[in-house]
């Protein structure tokens, strides 16, 4: 049930007053005020796990991508609980609360000298019940914040599969047309309507009539559901072919600010903060994305005849190259567009969290990266120390870490290639669609 409806499903009297612009604007500030706090702790946490909590410099930067890939991950359950118990205003209010705990406690353990670490040889040196007070803050802190980021809709999908096992057994029919849709006169004109497409044709599966059953949830699905679901399934691999973009970009929250540390922050007479490194980006993309969506676009849009100027795929590719080179997010603004544009209306909100998902696995990989090099040369080199061990970054070979991700961004740049030729847009899609239906009414002709 929504916001403004009661029991039987009508709306209520006050519903009309809902909405409009100053609600907008509530959720803008809201959304900015959480951003402030979120980027702001995520630009120093590297530095207060390494020089307060006494982390080595590995341990800090997988204790900070384990966070962030954490709270990414946990918007997901933010969008679920705000579908299936609570209104996402009641959940924004709930998670941030607990965000709000968090900091509270991270401010006051940073603050009493009682609850900090005494120095020692290890990669941490917290235990007992500092150690249950710092992790249990973190998981408030991705809790609360993953939580106010995921009020999504819930596509469904679980359903789209379920029906496929069951109707497992059962043969395709030569027809697309045998297959179950809703009659145009019973669809919510607000639903948009997809059409058959031959891709993944096992899937096509779920949206069989047995005979004599009457049309119901997770009995039989629509051609649009199980299209829905292809939709899905094709953008897997465009996810996955940004994580590895997501893992070099992990890096401007970890290793480049324990390396901003030691270096002389003086530009001019300006000093510049040593936390503000992970905002640089951020700053300069504020500026870049407008000039590009306000000079580029209308000049590419001359040349190329597309309205986009050219089309998201390709967008994201310049992006790729651009990581590869400088670590930059030109990529994120052109994934969201993509999925935003190429998502059906019913799961466009949950497609834009595939960024925030990619984002996710791309943090968790750091983590599996710094591990493995760590392991590998400490037992080959000669001082028996890995990459990225130690307090001091100098005695470091931060270099060769960087040098092994952009040799891996070049490989996965390749990857991604492939599937971008191979991924079929929605418009292009239909087209071919149309001249098979055509084509093979021709040959029975």
Not at 18 to 33: D, K, P
Not at 364 to 380: A, D, G, M, P
Request: a positive charge.
């Amino acid at each position: 049930m929504h916001e403004g409806e009661n029991n039987s499903g009508t709306l209520r009297p006050w519903s009309k007053k809902q909405g409009g612009f100053r609600a907008c604007m509530f959720v803008y500030a809201l959304g900015t005020l959480e951003n402030i706090g979120f980027v702001a702790n995520m630009s120093i946490m590297v530095l207060y796990f390494h020089f307060v909590m006494l982390f080595d410099v590995s341990t800090s930067a997988n204790t900070l991508t384990n966070f962030l890939g954490s709270t990414f991950l946990l918007s997901l359950l933010g969008g679920f609980i705000s579908d299936t118990y609570l209104s996402r205003l009641y959940t924004c209010l709930l998670f941030e609360l607990l965000g709000v705990v968090g900091l509270v406690m991270v401010t006051i353990q940073a603050f009493s000298h009682k609850l900090l670490p005494n120095p020692c040889e290890k990669s941490t040196c917290i235990e007992g019940g500092k150690a249950v007070m710092f992790y249990t803050t973190l998981c408030l802190l991705a809790l609360g914040s993953g939580g106010v980021k995921g009020c999504l809709p819930a596509l469904g999908a679980d359903q789209v599969i379920v029906v496929i096992i069951r109707n497992r057994g059962l043969s395709l029919p030569e027809n697309p047309v045998e297959l179950y849709e809703i009659n145009d006169k019973e669809r919510d004109p607000s639903q948009e309507k997809i059409s058959h497409t031959s891709q993944f044709r096992l899937l096509d599966k779920a949206a069989i009539p047995q005979e004599g059953m009457t049309p119901a949830p997770w009995k039989v699905c629509t051609v649009t559901q199980v299209e829905e679901f292809k939709i899905l399934v094709r953008m897997l691999p465009i996810i996955a072919s940004t994580i590895i973009m997501n893992t070099c970009m992990a890096q401007l929250q970890t290793f480049s600010v324990i390396q901003g540390y030691f270096m002389n922050p003086q530009l001019g007479s300006w000093e510049i903060p040593k936390p503000s490194i992970p905002v640089i980006p951020l700053f300069f993309m504020s500026i870049l994305v407008p000039l590009y969506e306000f000079i580029v676009v209308p000049f590419a849009r001359k040349i190329t005849g597309h309205p986009s100027g050219i089309k998201q795929l390709q967008r994201v590719g310049v992006g790729l190259v651009l990581s590869i080179i400088s670590m930059d997010m030109f990529t994120m603004v052109g994934l969201m567009d993509f999925f935003y544009k190429e998502a059906p209306s019913g799961m466009r909100s949950l497609s834009t969290s595939f960024a925030p998902l990619s984002l996710s696995f791309g943090y968790f990989l750091s983590t599996i990266f710094v591990n493995i090099k760590n392991s590998i040369t400490k037992k080959i080199t000669p001082s028996k120390h890995g990459w990225l061990r130690g307090m001091d970054l100098n005695h470091s070979n931060l270099n060769l870490f960087y040098w092994f991700l952009a040799i891996l961004s070049c490989l996965n740049f390749a990857n991604y290639l492939f599937w971008a030729r191979w991924y079929k847009c929605k418009e292009d899609t239909a087209e071919s669609e149309i001249k098979r239906l055509k084509s093979n009414k021709f040959v029975k002709n």
